[in-house]
């Protein structure tokens, strides 16, 4: 499996952005939980907002009431609606799954990261 994020950009504050990510490539079908993580400049990599395959979701308590995650299992997204950015929404923004992988031997889930998106809020 494959992500790809797209959507970043730069915006000023009180503004919106909507990421995507598209999943890709062999293994789709078994893609579980999806999630949006970011990192900012000398930060650790942080929880954003995830979405179970059955919709659940749970978001940072930092972004609850002005980011949305959704997706769209048929097509392997996810999006990350955010609006009412901050300058501290400032970050590179990846894209996370868990896939299940079977093999004769085990099933087991493994971790698959986008590349990451820049998303740059001026104050």
């Known amino acids: 499996v494959q992500l790809v994020e797209s959507g970043g950009g730069f915006v000023q504050a009180g503004g919106s952005l909507t990421l995507s990510c598209v999943g890709s490539g062999r293994g789709t079908e078994n893609i579980n939980d999806m999630a949006w993580y970011r990192q900012a400049p000398g930060k650790q990599r942080e929880l954003v907002a995830g979405?179970?395959?059955?919709?659940?979701?749970n978001y940072a308590d930092s972004v609850t009431g002005r980011f949305t995650i959704s997706r769209d299992s048929a097509k392997n997204t996810v999006l990350l609606q955010m609006n009412l950015l901050k300058p501290e929404d400032t970050a590179v923004y990846y894209c996370?799954?868990?896939?299940?992988?079977?093999?004769?031997?085990?099933?087991?889930?493994?971790?698959?990261w986008g590349q990451g998106t820049l998303v740059t809020v001026s104050s």
């Open positions: 996370n799954a868990r896939v299940l992988v079977v093999t004769i031997e085990a099933r087991r889930y493994i971790e698959v």
């Open positions: 979405i179970s395959v059955g919709g659940t979701t």
